[in-house]
């Protein structure tokens, strides 16, 4: 079984930059992506972008398009969520998932626990 164990989050300062790290305790099928994920309580989890275990194609939700950018180490043991010019509301549990590309909520077959981001000066 997969697991992802997410790590990274915290609190900052609007305007500065966090970067999450995902970890994936084995080896994910090239048809599958990893990916992330936000959610604020009462509200749905929102689908921030994901990266292609085989290509490495990465695709990116428009709403942090420009800001957040997801990358990976070249063992793709590792994946990352790069978060620039953090605004008040981006603060989130944010979640890493692994699942049938294009990932989505309904193909995230594994999610991780969790890691909490908040931005507030």
């Known amino acids: 079984q997969v697991q992802l164990t997410e790590s990274g989050g915290g609190l900052v300062q609007p305007g500065n930059s966090l970067r999450l790290s995902c970890e994936v305790s084995?080896?994910?099928?090239?048809?599958?992506?990893v990916g992330w994920f936000r959610q604020v309580p009462g509200r749905e989890r929102e689908w921030l972008g994901y990266?292609?275990?085989?290509?490495?194609?990465?695709v990116h939700a428009d709403s942090v398009k420009g800001r957040f950018a997801i990358s990976r180490t070249t063992d793709k043991k590792t994946v990352f969520l790069q978060m620039d010019s953090l605004k008040p509301e981006d603060t989130a549990v944010y979640f890493c998932?692994?699942?049938?590309?294009?990932?989505?909520?309904?193909?995230?077959?594994?999610w991780g626990q969790g890691t909490q981001v908040t931005v507030s000066s």
């Open positions: 998932a692994a699942g049938f590309a294009p990932l989505s909520l309904q193909t995230a077959r594994y």
């Open positions: 990266i292609r275990q085989g290509s490495g194609v990465r």
């Open positions: 084995e080896r994910i099928l090239s048809s599958w992506a």
